[in-house]
């Protein structure tokens, strides 16, 4: 049952970015890419991960598309025709396409044991084995739960980057509404 949901999010997540690429306006595009979020964090709850899927709802589907929605019906990037429609920029999305198709065939022919020959040069399928740093965080988040396991590094190792990601959102923020009040 578990697998036939998963797959079914995974086909609605599929779809809803497809669908997100090919909109001409911009509006209808965020909200197709709602959906993928939203697919995405109904299969990580299927996969066991319900933190990750409670942050992929609040920081990404809540924080970071309302965001999106706002400078979009700021600078109102609905209207009017896309700048992207001439011929070079078919010609490229074809390329991008043909490639991408290409290495999807090739994702195609692998299998659990082939992918732990090309990480380990063996063939053990362990979950240790293949990703050891998979294994030291599985300890960590038993001996401190998963929020702290994923907390202590965010807030030592990880906290300039942190802070600067924070900072380049607030710069977009104040962008777009500079960018706005030029317009009204």
Same mark, same amino acid.
């Given at each position: 049952m578990a697998d036939t949901i998963f797959m079914a999010l995974g086909t609605i997540a599929? @779809?809803?970015a497809v669908f997100? =690429?090919?909109?001409?306006? *911009? @509006? *209808?595009a965020a909200i197709w890419l709602v959906l993928t979020m939203l697919a995405l964090a109904g299969m990580y709850l299927i996969l066991g991960a319900p933190f990750i899927a409670a942050i992929q709802v !609040?920081?990404?589907?809540g924080a970071?598309? =309302? !965001?999106f929605i706002f400078v979009i019906m700021l600078l109102h990037l609905g209207e009017g025709a896309s700048d992207i429609r001439g011929p070079g920029a078919k010609a490229v999305g074809l390329v991008l396409s043909v490639g991408m198709g290409a290495f999807l065939l090739r994702l195609a022919g692998y299998d $659990? *044991? @082939? @992918?732990a020959f090309e990480l380990t040069g063996t063939t053990d399928l362990s979950p240790a084995a293949v990703f %050891?740093? *998979? %294994?030291v965080a599985r300890q960590a988040a038993e001996g401190q739960g998963v929020i702290g396991a994923i907390a202590a590094p965010l807030f030592s190792t990880y906290l =300039? $980057?942190?802070e600067v990601t924070s900072l380049l959102l607030l710069t977009a923020i104040v962008g777009a509404v500079v960018l706005a009040k030029r317009r009204i």
């Open positions: 599929v @779809l809803s997100c =690429v090919f909109q001409r306006n *911009a @509006l *209808a !609040l920081v990404y589907t970071i598309m =309302v !965001l $659990p *044991a @082939l @992918l %050891e740093t *998979a %294994e =300039v $980057p942190f």
